[in-house]
């Protein structure tokens, strides 16, 4: 899996969007950008995941660069249950690929 | 979408004694599901591979004979920590390829060894 670079810790106004970049340059041409989200003492919980196109669900928007390197997870109106450490990963998508490496992550706090 | 259920959410035990952790695919077959520890304020460090009919793979520096994982069907994996020690107490999660997204977690297992 490659490597990702994300910002130890973010503040956020409630009810403003949330931008969480993620850099990963060496990313491979077959690898997926995936965005997870863990709140404290929970398991990870999936957010959104794209190859080369922008995506859109109901939780979040995710913003990939034209050459892949770096990537961006937007959430558009953060709100206070949205407090958690956000991780970007970078792998395969299938999904018996293997296991997926997770990077230091980035720790969101949206505040009142 | 798919469900992983992770019990017991959270184990107190004595030093010395083992503790079992089971992972089960709910409404899906995994013949590969993934084991994490998570010690305070730190990532989530992969600790193994659990292969349904054959033997777990461990990374590297994690004990085979203290970290026991069976996988005895397609929809349970079983992470045994044998004779705990404090040093072992952390938040340890399963996770399985399976959903429209990959991979799904479990909601994790604090072990406190007193």
């Known amino acids: 899996d490659a490597k990702t670079t994300q910002p130890t810790s973010m503040d956020c106004a409630e009810g403003r969007a949330a931008n969480l970049p993620c850099n990963h340059s060496?990313?491979?041409?077959?690898?997926?950008v995936y965005w997870y989200r863990q709140i404290h003492s929970q398991g990870p919980q999936y957010i959104i995941h794209g190859l080369k196109n922008n995506e859109t669900n109901e939780m979040a928007s995710l913003i990939i660069t034209e050459d892949r390197k770096s990537s961006t997870l937007i959430l558009p109106h953060a709100t206070l249950r949205d407090t958690a450490v956000y991780y970007c990963?970078?792998?395969?998508?299938?999904?018996?690929?293997?296991?997926?490496?997770f990077g230091d992550g980035t720790t969101l706090t949206v505040k009142p | 979408g798919a469900v992983v259920s992770q019990h017991p959410s959270w184990v107190i035990c004595k030093s010395g004694t083992s503790v079992k952790i089971e992972c089960r695919s709910l409404d899906f077959q995994a013949t590969t599901m993934f084991w994490y520890r998570q010690f305070p304020k730190q990532s989530l460090m992969l600790m193994a591979t659990s292969n349904e009919g054959s033997k777990a793979t461990y990374e590297q520096g994690v004990e085979k004979d203290k970290f026991l994982i069976n996988h005895a069907s397609l929809t349970l994996s079983t992470l045994t920590v044998t004779s705990a020690h404090p040093e072992d107490s952390s938040f340890y999660i399963c996770?399985?390829?399976?959903?429209?997204?990959?991979?799904?977690f479990g909601s994790g297992t604090r072990l406190t060894v007193v």
């Open positions: 996770s399985a390829p399976g959903g429209g997204n990959g991979y799904t």
């Open positions: 990963i970078v792998r395969v998508a299938n999904t018996n690929a293997g296991k997926s490496t």
């Open positions: 060496t990313i491979s041409g077959n690898e997926y």
